[in-house]
């Protein structure tokens, strides 16, 4: 149970992102998009250097939407309030310190939006969308409930 709670933990974090199908909205004041699309960048490269960088979860959790840091809580305690500890530990052996982001693509639509973010490791990118939403006028990482649904089923079938 508490292999599976980690790697869920891991999972949410390793871009399983819901995908936006849909085009961005033009915004009604260019400005104001390029102050969000400056703040979302921000945001995304801050959260996936803590977690995925240095494994540092209470700092990437300032960067989480309540929903999804409330989801992301409850992962880490599947396997009981006594272990939340050790699987901190473990995502925080299994980070990559040299790994780099970029953001791109950036699509806001109200307080809602999405953004292409490529992680590189050792010469090899992955690039996936990143979903963001608007909290108290600061942009947060929102992960969708199906997105940590079909990270968590892809890492039961792998244990």
């Known amino acids: ?20 199908d849909e085009p961005a909205k033009a915004p009604a004041a260019a400005e104001t998009q390029s102050g969000d699309e400056a703040a979302i960048k921000k945001t995304a490269k801050k959260f996936f250097t803590a977690i995925m960088c240095k494994g540092d979860i209470d700092t990437a959790k300032k960067y989480m939407a309540k929903e999804t840091a409330a989801m992301f809580d409850a992962l880490l305690s599947l396997g009981g309030p006594e272990h939340v500890a050790e699987a901190k530990a473990e995502i925080k052996k299994q980070a990559k310190p040299n790994a780099k982001f970029s953001v791109n ?52 079938d792998n244990d």
Do not use: H
């Open 1 to 20: 149970m508490k292999k599976i709670a980690i790697a869920c933990a891991l999972a949410i974090c390793a871009f399983p992102f819901a995908k936006a």
């Open 105 to 156: 693509g950036v699509k806001i639509e109200g307080n809602k939006a999405t953004a292409k973010v490529t992680m590189t490791v050792d010469g090899e990118s992955q690039t996936d969308d990143a979903s963001f939403v608007k909290e108290d006028g600061q942009w947060k990482v929102a992960i969708e409930k199906e997105g940590a649904k079909k990270g968590k089923s892809k890492d039961k």
